[in-house]
């Protein structure tokens, strides 16, 4: 069975922060990853996607991906408090549908 | 670009009733995902389309679920009979196929069953 492992928190952080999320996923097959994040009562928004093994910088937010650990991470730089929500990390082995994980909780103090 | 459309965005019925969704996605995208959210969780993959064509379907999917596409447009979730473990965010997310086939959500549908 795929399984996404995401840390439930939540993880809270001081304004001007870095905030790190970080995922894990147990089907090697596994060539998608995706970081949504979700306010509440709201549906997911993309955040960022990766493909390869490395780095990936997006303005504020960097996905990191290590295949070989089977290993996904999500850094926000200069977290402010409108960042404060959950973010959900998502595989797909390829063209294919998601899964999820349960999302980790970000709460970032003024 | 106006987005994924949902409707309607609550429903509230009680149990044994039929619902049904709709859902308009991007106008470009040819795929089309639907999939389900309840408190705490993330969302549960149930079916998705190609065009017309129903390819997968999720074994969370019973079979009083019922989803259609039958222009390659907008879709449909029907569930029949309700009950009230089927109280949950009813997602609907699209995407084109031959991109990165990135799913962009539509704002949800929840569904409350007394």
């Known amino acids: 069975q795929k399984e996404v492992e995401q840390n439930s928190g939540p993880l809270s952080v001081p304004e001007g922060a870095i905030a790190s999320l970080n995922c894990t996923y147990s089907d090697r097959g596994s060539q998608s990853f995706f970081w949504y994040r979700q306010y509440s009562g709201k549906s997911p928004e993309l955040i960022m996607f990766?493909?390869?093994?490395g780095d990936k910088e997006d303005g504020r937010f960097t996905a990191q991906l290590n295949k070989a650990s089977q290993y996904v991470s999500l850094l926000i730089r200069d977290s402010q408090p409108s960042d404060s929500a959950t973010y959900l990390c998502?595989?797909?082995?390829?063209?294919?549908?998601?899964?999820f994980g349960k999302g980790t909780m970000l709460l970032v103090s003024p | 670009d106006t987005g994924v459309s949902q409707n309607p965005r609550h429903k509230i019925t009680k149990r044994g009733q039929n619902v049904t969704f709709r859902c308009d996605p991007i106008s470009e995208h040819n795929r089309l995902y639907w999939y389900r959210q309840t408190l705490g969780q993330g969302p549960e993959f149930l079916t998705y389309f190609q065009n017309e064509a129903q390819l997968e379907k999720s074994r969370l999917l019973s079979d009083r679920f019922s989803a259609e596409r039958p222009k390659g447009s907008f879709s449909t979730l029907e569930i029949q009979r309700t009950e009230q473990g089927d109280s949950a965010m009813y997602l609907c997310a699209s995407s084109a196929q031959g991109s990165t086939d990135t799913q962009y959500f539509g704002p949800g549908t929840r569904l409350t069953v007394l």
């Open positions: 990766i493909y390869s093994n």
């Open positions: 998502a595989v797909a082995p390829g063209y294919s549908t998601l899964t």
